[in-house]
């Protein structure tokens, strides 16, 4: 009787002291399958960050360049056979192929848009239809540079919403300050939200930390809620090429 007692209570023992394990585990799988309860501020990385949050900008779901205004891309090449190869995409695409590196993932060095000076623009057409409710920015970090300083990183800059490709009277989501002491990736919530949602937006950049030629934009992530009722881009694209049987 007192061996059955004493396997019983070992047992006891046993199982209270897994319990805080458990508990542990239990939270774990809770919070990973919840991502949406983290704050992107506090992601670790571009792969860590993506899957916490929604982005409206990105080219494999059906985000795309519209125009880049007067935005001259600023080209570095080794060969004449480089310069040709860039003369020609940008002859047969004004939609500038270089901007779209801002809507693809990739942070290492010289995948960005790269422009001339620190004054620059770019308009993108959303997946769908979104109530915008944030904008992130990304650079790499200054150990990953080869100059070890991100000076053409962007400063200040500017995210519109607007009605049409020419809207003349967009919407001001407000302008906000990259922090090139900061983590690579930023985010920054909207000042003046909209009641509408729009499937186009503009983003301005207004200056760079101090690179005299040029300011490199590595990727712009766009947030929010896609409006009722709204496919995204990209399956309405593919559904309209569906052969018909």
Known sequence: MNREHERIRNELERMSSALPAAAAATGRVKDALEPSRLNPRQALDSRDYDRQIADYALESAGARIL?????????????????????????????????????????????CWAFKGSHGEVTIRLLGTVHVTGVSVEHIPPHISPTKEISSAPRLFQLEGLESRND???????????????KPIQYFEVKHPAATGYNIVRFKVYSNWGHPLYTCVYRVRVHGELASGQLPQKLVIDEDKTPLH
């Open 67 to 111: 125009d880049t205004g007067d935005t001259q891309e600023y080209v570095i090449h080794d060969s004449s056979v480089g310069w040709v190869l860039h003369i020609v995409s940008a002859l047969l695409c004004r939609e500038c192929p270089g901007a779209s590196a801002i809507l693809r993932p990739g942070a290492l060095p010289g995948e």
């Open 168 to 182: 003349l009277y967009p919407h001001d989501f407000g302008t906000f300050e990259y922090d090139k002491e900061g």
